[in-house]
Every structure is written in C-alpha cells, then in structure tokens.
C-alpha cells in the first residue's frame, strides 16, 4: 500500500512539474509575441531622455543641431518617416492673403509639414535637424507658398513653449512619436 501511495505521489509531482513548466513556457511566449509583435516596440531617443508617445516642453538648440535616435526594444529593423507642424493650438488665430486670396492661419497650416525649414536629414537609425534663430510664422507661410506674395501676416512670437509639434511615424506599428518643441 504505501508503494502505491509513494508511486502515486511521484506521478502528481511529475504531472505538476509538466504543468509548471508548459504554463512557464505559455507566459514567456506571450510575452515575446507582446514584445516581438509591434506592441510600441518603437521609440525615439533625445539626450539620455526615451520618448514613446509624446513628450511636451522640449527646448532645441537654436541655430544648432539636434540629434535624434530611433530603435525599437527588440532591435529589429527600423522604418520611420519625420514631420514637423506647427503647434496652431499654441498660436492666436489669424487671416492673411497669399496673393490678394483670404486664408485662415489654423484651417490653412494645421496639416502643413514645414520639416524642410528645419534641414531634417534622416539615416537608417536617427535623424537631425536644425531650429533657426529667425524662424517666422510668415517665412513658414512662404515655404507653403513659394513664389507668392503673402500679406497681412502678424508678428509672432515662435519661441514660445511647444510652437512646433515633430511627428515621427512608425512606419511598422503607425504610430505616432510626438515631441512638442519650441
């Protein structure tokens, strides 16, 4: 009788140790799917600070370069694309005219991708760009519409906080990295 008990008790303990290590083996392959899967595998890295969604209040380097790196948790292979935008939220709504043609500031440049004012150049694993020191809402308008004559364009102050919103786009997950900036 307590041969069979001891049998017993050894096969419970080798069915628990099976099930132990099947359901280790379940967790540890959830998470690499998780991980491996595109789940906001991808960030962007300025100075010692990561970056994964968003992050307000950035301060660049006028007249100067500001490097960039973007990598991914796993390190696999990395597609990107770089945008910058004017932050319309930060700046008091106006009308201008290009060419004698009224427009509104916000309706007009919300979705403007002003990132040639900045000189981005991009590599395979980071990107720089460059803030000029006399950047103006109107010199972005004339970048908008280049050989036009542009009128009635207020002045206004750029080096307020968070004036530019730079937009990295995942090209793998298709999120969006944004770092507000001034």
């Given amino acids: 009788m307590i041969r069979t008990s001891t049998a017993i008790s050894v096969f419970v303990r080798i069915c628990l140790a099976i099930l132990l290590f099947a359901l280790l083996a379940g967790v540890l392959a959830l998470t690499f799917s998780y991980v491996g899967n595109g789940q906001r595998n991808f960030y962007?890295?300025?100075?010692?600070e990561t970056i994964v969604s968003e992050k307000k209040g950035v301060e660049l380097p006028k007249d100067n370069f500001a490097v960039f790196?973007?990598?991914t948790?796993?390190?696999?292979?990395?597609?990107?694309?770089?945008?910058?935008?004017l932050n319309v939220k930060s700046v008091d709504n106006f009308d201008f005219s290009v060419d004698g043609n009224r427009k509104n500031f916000k309706s007009d440049l919300i979705e403007y991708d002003c990132a040639k004012l900045f000189n981005v150049s991009k590599?395979?694993?980071?990107?720089?760009?460059?803030?000029?020191?006399d950047l103006?809402?109107?010199k972005v308008i004339k970048a908008k519409y280049p050989e036009k004559e542009i009128t009635d364009v207020p002045a206004v102050n750029l080096n307020t906080?968070?004036?530019f919103i730079l937009t990295v786009m995942d090209g793998v997950e298709k999120r969006k990295t944004q770092i507000y900036f001034c």
């Fill in 161 to 163: 906080k968070d004036s």
């Fill in 44 to 48: 962007v890295k300025y100075g010692n």
């Fill in 73 to 85: 948790l796993t390190g696999q292979a990395i597609d990107y694309d770089v945008q910058v935008f």
């Fill in 136 to 138: 103006t809402v109107e």
């Fill in 123 to 133: 590599s395979a694993t980071c990107f720089v760009l460059s803030v000029p020191k």
């Fill in 69 to 71: 790196y973007c990598e």
